[in-house]
């Protein structure tokens, strides 16, 4: 993650060499990210073990009566963490509204919580079994298990492009430097557990992390105030909405949100 902060203060000095540039438009903010990324398999419905999983394949005397009604517990992997967030824009400005290119890094540390669900004691089902149906294995037993409080990092990369909006443009306003946008883009997302601090060696083979590209919607508010004729400084608020683009567990939910909030430094 460091390399991305490294990309992202070149950037900036490399925006800042052209900044006398008339229409140019810079914002850069630095703050405190809260990530929250959950990822839950998707709910499978158990049988009856005198009903059958899916099509009878042929089975004889086999007929297919529909599922029970229940629903097995599944994998869930929550991750809550916070650290900082560094957030570059440049791009093009009017007097209401600037149009912009934008790179954001965020790295944070916090806890992995990992709910698992263990089959145990597989049984052939042979019509005589009183189990249930899982994963089209006939089982007597099922467990669930939950690890707590992994002690685990995340980072975050947005690369995308949006606009803010002043909507109010005169000087002698309270409000003037109050503003608000959207950002729209992708970030590639990755959780780890920190194996030597939770003495774990394969984490699950990587079921107890979060990987995953995502398109992303981000809503942002803010307010600067002028300090001299070109630059302004202020506060901002940022929330962040991920959707994966596409999962390899592709029977998995997302829910993966940042926000952030901290100082701003505009120049328009």
């Known amino acids: ?93 009017w007097e209401k509204l600037a149009v912009f290119g934008v790179i954001q890094g965020t790295y944070t540390e916090g806890f992995h919580n990992f709910d698992c669900y263990v089959v145990k004691e597989p049984v052939e089902y042979t019509g005589d079994d009183d189990g249930y149906a899982f994963h089209n294995h006939w089982v007597e037993h099922e467990e669930y298990i939950r690890y707590s409080e992994l002690h685990s990092l995340s980072t975050r990369l947005f690369l995308g492009g949006g606009f803010t909006f002043y909507p109010f443009a005169k000087k002698e306003s309270p409000l003037t430097g109050f503003h608000a946008g959207a950002l729209f883009g992708f970030s590639i997302i990755e959780t780890q557990v920190d194996e030597e601090k939770n003495a774990i060696r394969d984490r699950n083979h990587g079921a107890m992390e979060i990987s995953t590209l995502t398109q992303s919607i981000v809503f942002d508010v803010g307010h600067t105030w002028a300090f001299n004729e070109r630059w302004n400084m202020g506060v901002a608020l940022t929330a962040a909405f991920e959707n994966p683009v596409e999962s390899e567990k592709e029977y998995s939910m997302f829910n993966l949100h940042t926000i952030w909030a901290g100082l701003r430094f505009v120049r328009k």
């Open 1 to 93: 993650m460091g390399n991305v902060f490294k990309n992202c203060i070149l950037a900036a000095c490399v925006v800042a060499a052209g900044a006398s540039a008339e229409g140019l438009y810079l914002e850069g903010s630095l703050g405190i990210a809260k990530a929250d990324y959950v990822e839950q398999e998707r709910p499978r419905r158990l049988q009856q073990a005198d009903d059958h999983v899916g099509e009878c394949l042929g089975i004889e005397g086999c007929e297919d009566t529909g599922p029970s009604g229940e629903y097995a517990p599944r994998d869930k992997v929550e991750y809550v963490g916070y650290g900082p967030v560094l957030d570059l824009k440049v791009g093009y400005g």
